[in-house]
């Protein structure tokens, strides 16, 4: 299924979205110049923006909405590496290298995100030392979070890192007043992300359900006791 496409009407220039990401290393004719050539696109949720294994010809620059980023294992099964948040760029790999991606990017709700062509990526980065120097800072964090998540999984136990995944969405996308975390996520997509079977998963969430650190609605998650989660996302 193809995005609904809505060329954009807001500038760049004064797109405090920008704010989060390398696009505000930019300087103003670099960004006229996006401005003049991007257009919006709105994915539905469970829609894919882009698959492993495609190159990508340009990049997205996350305007509202939650996408999941992931990679098939050597089982086939999926696993989520990254969510999303506004003003992410993403597909900069393909951008850069001219390769193939190496993640699927799916909505988790509805998504709108600014596609940038990837000759106005590449100019900036040969000729604004600003911008290259940002993007390689971007590259470099993305490394150290990807071994981090492979620490994480290969030294900390499946009730560890649900306590942290749990943690880390609320940290990520806030709560609602009665602190019910604004994200909602599959039992299957909470078990990709720490690196489960959906079974061990539901098991482990109806467990801190019985200890009253967490209560469980739908897919919905509200925080009970964020000092006791806290404890076991530690190792305590």
């Known amino acids: 299924m193809n995005p609904l496409k809505i060329f954009a009407v807001s500038r760049c220039e004064q797109c405090l979205v920008k704010q989060f990401n390398n696009l505000n290393a930019l300087n103003k004719e670099e960004l006229k110049d996006i401005s ?3 257009d919006v696109h709105v994915f539905k949720k469970g829609e894919i923006i882009f698959n492993e294994g495609k190159f990508v010809s340009g990049v997205y620059c996350i305007k509202d909405g939650v996408c999941k980023l992931s990679q098939l294992n050597a089982n086939g099964k999926e696993q989520i590496v990254k969510f999303s948040k506004k003003g992410d760029l993403i597909g900069y790999h393909s ?8 993640i699927t990017v799916t909505a988790l709700n509805e998504v709108s995100a600014c596609f940038i062509p990837q000759s106005l990526i590449k100019k900036p ?4 030392p600003k911008f290259s120097t940002a993007i390689f800072k971007t590259v470099c964090s993305d490394l150290k979070e990807a071994n981090n998540a492979i620490t994480n999984i290969s030294t900390n136990t499946v009730h560890q890192r649900m306590a942290d995944l749990i943690l880390f969405l609320k940290d990520t996308y ?4 009665d602190n019910t ?5 599959s039992r299957k997509e909470i078990a990709s992300s720490v690196g489960t079977a959906t079974e061990s998963a ?3 969430l109806s467990s801190f359900k019985k200890d009253k650190m ?6 919905s998650i509200t ?3 964020e000092t006791e989660l806290l404890k076991i996302a530690e190792g305590m």
């Open 36 to 38: 003049d050539a991007k």
């Open 95 to 102: 951008a850069i290298t001219n390769e193939a991606n190496t």
């Open 125 to 128: 980065l040969e000729e604004n």
């Open 174 to 177: 806030g709560v609602t007043e």
């Open 181 to 185: 975390i604004k994200i909602q996520l």
């Open 202 to 204: 539901i098991r482990i």
């Open 214 to 219: 967490i209560e469980l609605k739908g897919k």
């Open 223 to 225: 925080i009970l006791d």
